[in-house]
């Protein structure tokens, strides 16, 4: 496509004070401003004959496989022209699809000599655009804006070149990797190593005698009355639990906190414990649900597992549907063959709404244990909080205190059901869920 420059606009938009001027002073000069337009306009299409390309310019993308959510990604593109006549210089800009940032929106690059190939001077310009997405899904690059003027600058030509670039955009594990690697390295992981194998858990390892500072509970009284002092039996910690991270991806889930989604914020907590997890033996399965159930798998061991639990997990996408706990959770239950550790990251904003959530917990708690992850709405306690300045400002802060007070009792409720509760701050849920996971297996209530 070819269209005027905004100086061959200005340059024939001259022509008619000229002719208005030239009419004034003499009525048959007025042709000067016609003929000082049509003048511009023949330029502008010798500029725009010069500059067109004979050969269709290549193009060479490079873009990355895949991202993570908020991750910054170098997109690269470079265009080669083969041709006598090349542009100085070329404006570039990228259009993509979904939900993804582009900076800089439009770059401006010049045209350099490349190399020699058959005989004819290639010449390439290349940019770097950065490529970034705040949110899970896919990143789609589809289609490639060129445009560059001709010696005379009065004319653009333009191209538009498809592209089909797409990337998963997958959940940031890289603050998983780095809350793991602090995790390990103070060796807290019970049944990790085997120095620490040993003195807790379930399964019998050996028998020893018994020594001053032991545990009186480990004695064996049967075998110490047979060998006529005492001995104490020595057990190890019990693996290949079976752990299932449920996830709510709600309405609710999908509201942000703190900046991010609370549904991101669940499963970057559920991507650090599924890794402590397969690094300690267990077994790890995923649930999704929202008005229905979205994802259900097998439970999988071993840390080679985890890229797989990470690929399943980014299938989970933001909804506006509430949530409906009776048809997941009892769905949850009856997928589970044996007792399990479930893990429930949800969100609840009133004890009425969560009614049918506490009826349906009751069932899966009489054959499983049930930890349940929920965030803390930092944003209501300091609308809490704050000094009030007018009448605005008290019925905030009331308002905040009686949502408050509802979450509470449905927190009460939880505990007295025997569910295990954990609630932190969101930048801050995946150490609490780990923690709250090795306390769990250190007083072996699997």
Known sequence: MIYPTRTAVALAAVGAPIALAAGVLAARWWVIGVAWSGLIVLLMLLDAGVSRLRRAPRIVLQAPGALAVGEQAVVKVAVAFRSIISPRQVEMMLEGEGDIVLAPRKAVVAVEDNSVVAGASEKEAAAAITLTSPRRGEAVLSRLWLRWAGPLRLAWTQIAHPLDHRAPVTPDIAAVKDQALRLFSRDALHGLKA?????????????????????????????????????????????NHTVVLALDSGRTMCEPVAGAPRIDRAISAALLISYVSLATGDRVGLFGFDARPRLSTGAVSGVQSFPLIQRLVSRLDYTTEETNFTLGLTTLAGDLDRRSLVIIFTEFTDSIGAELMLENLKRLLKRHLVLFVVMRDEELESLARREPVDG???????????????????????????????????????????????????????
């Not at 449905?410 to 923690?435: S, T």
């Open 392 to 446: 605005a400002d008290i019925a905030r802060a009331v308002t905040a205190a009686a949502l408050l007070k509802e979450r509470e009792i449905v927190m009460v409720r939880l505990r007295r059901l025997g569910v295990q509760l954990v609630e932190a701050p969101a930048d801050g849920i995946g150490p609490a869920v780990v923690n709250a996971y090795l306390d769990i297996k250190r007083r072996n209530l699997l």
């Open 195 to 239: 120095q620490i194998e040993t003195g807790e858990g379930t399964e019998f390892h050996a028998l020893r005698d018994f020594l001053p500072g032991m545990d009186h509970r480990t004695i064996d009284w049967k075998q110490s009355a047979r060998h006529g002092k005492l001995v104490s039996q020595e057990r190890r910690t019990e693996r």
